[in-house]
């Protein structure tokens, strides 16, 4: 499976961006997608998360309300809307997949996943 990120760039505080996650290849059965961050220096963070089959959605304490999660499984995606950016939110965003589905307790873990994409660069000025 390969995750190709895009949507990333500069924006100015107070804006709005919308990363999109593409899958290269369909995936039955319920799965976890999702979204992590990296500053140079800095442990990767988990931002959000959703399962494919249910819909459960999660989310980090420092983006609950600003960033949205959503898929849309007919074209194998997954997007990030991120609204109210603020300059901590200056980094390099990574899509991951699970092959199984996870808990409130598990999604927020790298090792839960097991494919990555390259990322992409999201600047807050």
């Known amino acids: 499976v390969q995750l190709v990120e895009s949507g990333g760039g500069s924006v100015q505080a107070g804006g709005s961006l919308r990363l999109t996650c593409a899958a290269s290849?369909?995936?039955?059965?319920?799965?976890?997608m999702g979204w992590f961050r990296q500053v140079p220096g800095q442990a990767r963070e988990s931002v959000a998360a959703?399962?494919?089959?249910?819909?459960?959605?999660y989310y980090a304490d420092t983006v609950k309300g600003r960033f949205t999660i959503s898929q849309d499984n007919a074209k194998n995606a997954v997007y990030l809307q991120m609204d109210s950016l603020k300059p901590e939110d200056t980094a390099t965003y990574y899509c991951?997949?699970?092959?199984?589905?996870?808990?409130?307790?598990?999604?927020?873990?790298?090792?839960?996943?097991?494919?990555w994409g390259r990322g992409t660069q999201v600047t807050v000025s």
């Open positions: 991951a997949r699970s092959i199984l589905p996870l808990s409130p307790a598990g999604w927020s873990r790298r090792y839960s996943y097991q494919f």
């Open positions: 290849e369909f995936t039955t059965g319920d799965t976890c």
């Open positions: 959703i399962n494919t089959g249910g819909g459960s959605t």
